[in-house]
């Protein structure tokens, strides 16, 4: 079985900093993971995916994460957030044969001007 | 872009009625998918379809539910006799053929059981 925990549920940067979003996983097999984000009122779109080829993924508006077996991490990353980076994110995880999606609780990302 | 659609954004019901959730999957996709959200809780996976058959569905999905592709581009869920804890928002997804292909989601339609 696989689970996700996402270590923040809320997560507050100023406009110009990093973003750090925790992630950690446990699954039987390889797993497939990714960062969707849902803005208010908003579908889930995909922000970035690994999927066993390279460690450090790079995703859509700047953001990547890095793959850490040995940490069972994949934590989503920014150099500098902006205001629109303010949204909900969900780490997710595909594994041990099933394809159905398991997601974390989320986090809240608050940008302060 | 090709997005996934789902109708109605807001579907409002009493307790013990049937609704039926629409959704307009990508066009050339071939898996599609039914989540849900119960309001401060986490996204959590209903149902898999694939080849007009379920391929996968989670304890969630008992015999109250019930997925149907009616023609070839609407993917629907069926609650027969909907329940207060039934309240929630319900994800539609997609995706195409290949084991790493990502979900494309839809909006969600907010269900109220009353």
């Known amino acids: 079985a696989q689970s996700v925990t996402q270590l923040d549920s809320h997560v507050s940067v100023s406009e110009g900093t990093p973003v750090l979003l925790r992630c950690n996983y446990s699954s039987s097999y390889s797993p497939s993971l990714f960062w969707y984000v849902q803005h208010p009122n908003k579908g889930l779109q995909l922000l970035l995916k690994?999927?066993?080829?390279?460690?450090l993924v790079k995703g859509i508006n700047g953001f990547e994460a890095e793959f850490k077996k040995s940490e069972t991490s994949f934590h989503l990353t920014k150099p500098s957030a902006h205001m629109s980076d303010a949204a909900e994110y969900f780490c997710?995880?595909?594994?041990?044969?099933?394809?159905?999606?398991?997601f974390g609780k989320g986090t809240h990302l608050i940008i302060q001007p | 872009e090709p997005e996934v659609t789902q109708t109605p954004s807001h579907q409002v019901t009493q307790m013990g009625q049937e609704v039926i959730l629409r959704c307009v999957p990508i066009?050339?996709?071939?898996?599609f998918y039914w989540y849900r959200q119960i309001l401060g809780q986490k996204v959590e996976f209903l149902v898999s379809?694939?080849?007009?058959?379920?391929?996968?569905k989670s304890e969630i999905f008992d015999d109250q539910f019930s997925v149907e592709r009616p023609d070839g581009s609407n993917f629907t869920l069926k609650i027969r006799s909907t329940k207060l804890e039934d309240s929630a928002m319900y994800f539609c997804?997609?995706?195409?053929?290949?084991?790493?292909?990502?979900?494309?989601f839809g909006p969600g339609t907010r269900l109220t059981v009353l």
């Open positions: 997804a997609s995706r195409n053929k290949g084991l790493y292909n990502e979900q494309f």
């Open positions: 066009s050339n996709h071939l898996y």
């Open positions: 690994y999927t066993s080829a390279a460690t």
């Open positions: 997710v995880v595909r594994g041990g044969g099933a394809d159905g999606l398991t």
């Open positions: 379809f694939y080849n007009n058959e379920i391929s996968e």
